[in-house]
């Protein structure tokens, strides 16, 4: 089980962003499509347990996650279990024939950067301008990014991508 603990950061500059990032000799990956389901029952049962169900595909790979909200006020922070699975049609209907429905679709083009263990990763959504999540476990470390990063003065949304569309008052695609 690992705990996630991470913050978007919106209006960023790409080509500023991107050299501040190989000052500090962080390592890209090449672009990928990332396209996540969010599953639920008819009744709601997991968000009532502040839970999510999400099933990834990604690259070549499919993942589906259980998250668990850990209250924090200063940023989004869950509990997070992956479960690397082969075939994601299959997982979608095996989670569908379970009475599970799918609540939310999102798509995104993703650009990862890596500086040791901590992921930076720059989203692009159909619908809303670029920004950065930076995932680290610990709050002090993701701060101390930003600050190296010159970041701290950009808005940070602190949640997920739900209060990130709220934020600029769209909705996720809703290819389902």
């Not at 996650?65 to 082969?86: A, C």
């Not at 890596?114 to 993701?142: A, N, R």
């Not at 190296?148 to 991508?161: A, E, T």
């Amino acid at each position: 089980m690992f705990i996630e603990k991470e913050i978007k950061i919106l209006n960023i500059e790409y080509a500023v962003l991107v050299h501040h990032l190989e000052a500090l000799w962080a390592k890209r990956t090449e672009p990928t499509t990332v396209r996540d389901r969010y599953y639920d029952s008819h009744d709601k049962i997991l968000r009532n347990k502040k839970q999510r169900l999400r099933l990834r595909s990604q690259w070549n790979t499919t993942v589906i996650t259980q998250k668990t909200k850990i209250p924090n006020k200063f940023m989004k922070s869950m509990t997070e279990q992956d479960i690397i699975v082969e075939n994601t049609e299959k997982w979608h209907q095996l989670l569908q024939d379970l009475w599970l429905q799918t609540i939310k679709y999102k798509e995104k083009t993703r650009i990862s950067y890596q500086i040791d263990d901590m992921h930076f990763d720059i989203d692009c959504y159909d619908k809303i301008p670029m920004l950065l999540e930076i995932e680290w476990p610990t709050l002090e470390k993701i701060i101390y990014r930003v600050h190296r990063l010159w970041l701290q003065y950009h808005i940070q949304v602190k949640r997920g991508s739900n209060k990130l569309f709220k934020h600029y008052n769209k909705k996720p695609s809703p290819h389902l």
